[in-house]
């Protein structure tokens, strides 16, 4: 093993209009698949039954596309990578995914650095709608929206920010399960409540503790 411990490497990875359409639980299966073809090594739990040492991030709801979505790699004890060979790996990884433009970025994480589960608190959407999204019709509206409509356990729980821009709503959304904002619920509430229609829902980015794209 490493002095430090075994390296991590942090994935960046799309989800496309294609795979959007497929499960949390289809997209592990579908990631493990993709490691293997593109050789690259992942270290298993020392338990009884062991389990891949893969870090994922918050599950995305069906039918949301992404292009930020991260995981966490551990590498087995005798694996230890520098950029060349993490470069090459995702040169892998993107050959393997095709037709899919699936990997985005491979970076290796410092021994120190949170994991996923601690270091993501938020994620950022867009709606994209019809003209009833535009500046004008919602901004006076949004305080409605900021409100949580429904109640606290309603479909806007874990909103933290909305803005409109023309066509496109921009929101910020908690990921924590004692909070989680669900951008399912939030369409739904937007076209029961506003009668606006939405016809694509798309999570652009992680956000760290201090609001900034991971």
Known sequence: MKPGGR??????????DVLMYISHRDLLR???????????????????????????????SLGVSADN??????????????AQETEAALKRLAQA????DFAAGMTGLSP?????AAEVKAARYHVTGDAGLETGYLIPRAPALLEGTGGADGP???LLSLEAHQDMLVIDGLVQPSGSFSIVRAGTC?????????????RACLLGEDGMPL
């Not at 979505?69 to 520098?82: G, K, N, R, V």
């Not at 995914?97 to 899919?100: E, G, N, Q, T, W």
């Not at 120190?112 to 996923?116: E, N």
């Open 69 to 82: 979505e991260l995981l966490d790699i551990e590498l087995p004890d005798s694996t230890a990578w520098d």
């Open 190 to 202: 937007l076209r029961d409540t506003f009668g606006l229609r939405y016809t694509r829902l798309h």
């Open 30 to 60: 579908l990631v493990f698949k993709l490691l293997r073809r593109a050789e690259i090594p992942f270290a298993f739990s020392g338990h009884f039954s062991p389990k891949p040492r893969v870090t994922f991030g918050p599950a995305l």
């Open 156 to 158: 806007l729980r874990g």
């Open 112 to 116: 120190g650095q949170p994991s996923i």
């Open 7 to 16: 390296q991590r490497l942090r994935l960046r990875y799309r989800k496309d």
């Open 97 to 100: 995914a095709l037709p899919r």
